[in-house]
């Protein structure tokens, strides 16, 4: 069983571009979770789909910050345009809630100049 | 609302020390508990989970008993490798929640010396 899938692994770009971070999820979990980890405010949640529907996006920074889930395969975060402080390293987890395991893709590490 | 309290890092350890990373919880009902561990460059991974009271999750080593009357699930290890060195995350995942995400504390830096 593969796991959590995230791409690119890492991303440099400068301020002012679009980002795309894209997440293939393992089959069989109908939960997907979007994270932000940075040094100063840890592991934050930003959104999370249940059965491909957004069900919280509460934790979304700004309007810059979009994510799709179009099938049960697939899933994008979207930052437009991107800034400095939008450095971080982004992680899709995916789940069955409740007592069940999240499972953690390796992240992808952005880097806005 | 639900929230998970650890202690602040960073901990560092001689190798072959004992371990123990404090965990604590508030939360209605007797919520799933868990902790993870983040090695360098990678995403968290479950370590191990005990879902109601009294239970003992267990692996590779690490230890931790949910204790409902102290609201704790204090993570322990009796000989730290320096491979353990990660960051640990103590999560909850609050009662009858269905699919909803799980609350993480701000996790722990773990360093082991040889």
Known sequence: ?113 | GDSVTQMEGPVTLSEEAFLTINCTYTATGYPSLFWYVQYPGEGLQLLLKATKADDKGSNKGFEATYRKETTSFHLEKGSVQVSDSAVYFCALSPPGSGNTPLVFGKGTRLSVIA
Request: hydrophobic share 35%; charged share 20%; with cysteine.
């Open chain 1, 1 to 113: 069983d593969a796991g959590v899938i995230q791409s690119p692994r890492h991303e440099v770009t400068e301020m002012g571009q679009e980002v795309t971070l894209r997440c293939k999820p393992i089959s069989g979990h109908n939960s997907l979770f979007w994270y932000r980890q940075t040094m100063m405010r840890g592991l934050e949640l930003l959104i999370y789909f249940n059965n491909n529907v957004p069900i919280d996006d509460s934790g979304m920074p700004e309007d810059r910050f979009s994510a799709k889930m179009p099938n049960a395969s697939f899933s994008t975060l979207k930052i437009q345009p991107s800034e400095p402080r939008d450095s971080a390293v982004y992680f899709c987890a995916m789940g069955a809630g409740g007592a069940d395991t999240q499972y953690f893709g390796p992240g992808t590490r952005l880097t806005v100049l």
